[in-house]
T-cell receptor, first 114, second 113 residues
Framework: DADVTQTPRNRITKTGKRIMLECSQTKGHDRMYWYRQDPGLGLRLIYY???????NKGEISDGYSVSRQAQAKFSLSLESAIPNQTALYFC?????????????FGPGTRLLVL | GQQLNQSPQSMFIQEGEDVSMNCTSSSIFNTWLWYKQDPGEGPVLLIA?????ELTSNGRLTAQFGITRKDSFLNISASIPSDVGIYFC?????????????FGKGTLLTVNP
């Protein structure tokens, strides 16, 4: 079973709709992240959370919000979707304990906003 | 903030050839990571480097943490079709609440059988 899961894997929505992307992890990591990926731009950080009570904006947080419902769950919302939010979205987790700190990614959600 | 310059942006090679890609920055990093993203999937960690000068291998992959701590390279030897994908470097600074990971824009690798 995958350690980091994302639902849905694909989503088509219309401009102005509110949608939520969900992420769950079984790795027991405290830290979770949301990225978006656009061709040629790599991975850009939207929001991150270092524990259940912690929420931080990343480099491109405008138009997005997040909720950390539990250690294992971190959801990303688009309050009013717009076409330029069409992208591939990834959730990731990390654990600050031990040597170094690497991030582990989910399989991604492909979002199309019409 | 930190920026990573990853090159080349794309490569088209023949099966069996060796591949080299690198990341450079004007900033110092504590850790360098190399990820591979297969089409339609999330990035998967290939190699993690924790010390300046460290050279680490994972099968046909070899990566090095530059002595200056501002660069890293990844080599793939004897490429095969399943090496196709996007390769990302990432550099980490800080720890604890100051932890930050910065990603390069990726190298798209195409391998012609």
């Amino acid at each position: 079973d995958a350690d980091v899961t994302q639902t849905p894997r694909n989503r088509i929505t219309k401009t102005g709709k509110r949608i939520m992307l969900e992420c769950s992890q079984t790795k027991g990591h405290d830290r979770m992240y949301w990225y978006r990926q656009d061709p040629g731009l790599g991975l850009r950080l939207i929001y991150y959370s270092f524990d259940v009570k912690d929420i931080n904006k990343g480099e491109i947080s405008d138009g997005y919000s997040v909720s950390r419902q539990a250690q294992a769950k971190f959801s990303l919302s688009l309050e009013s979707a717009i076409p330029n939010q069409t992208a591939l979205y990834f959730c990731a987790t990390s654990d600050p304990r031990g040597t170094g700190e690497t991030q582990y990614f989910g399989p991604g959600t492909r979002l199309l906003v019409l | 903030g930190q920026q990573l310059n990853q090159s080349p942006q794309s490569m088209f090679i023949q099966e069996g050839e060796d591949v080299s890609m690198n990341c450079t920055s004007s900033s110092i990093f504590n850790t360098w990571l190399w990820y591979k993203q297969d089409p339609g999937e999330g990035p998967v960690l290939l190699i993690a480097l924790y010390k300046a000068g460290e050279l680490t291998s994972n099968g046909r992959l070899t990566a090095q943490f530059g002595i200056t701590r501002k660069d890293s390279f990844l080599n793939i030897s004897a490429s095969i079709p399943s090496d196709v994908g996007i390769y990302f470097c990432a550099g980490q600074v800080g720890g604890g609440s100051n932890y930050k990971l910065t990603f390069g824009k990726g190298t798209l690798l195409t391998v012609n059988p």
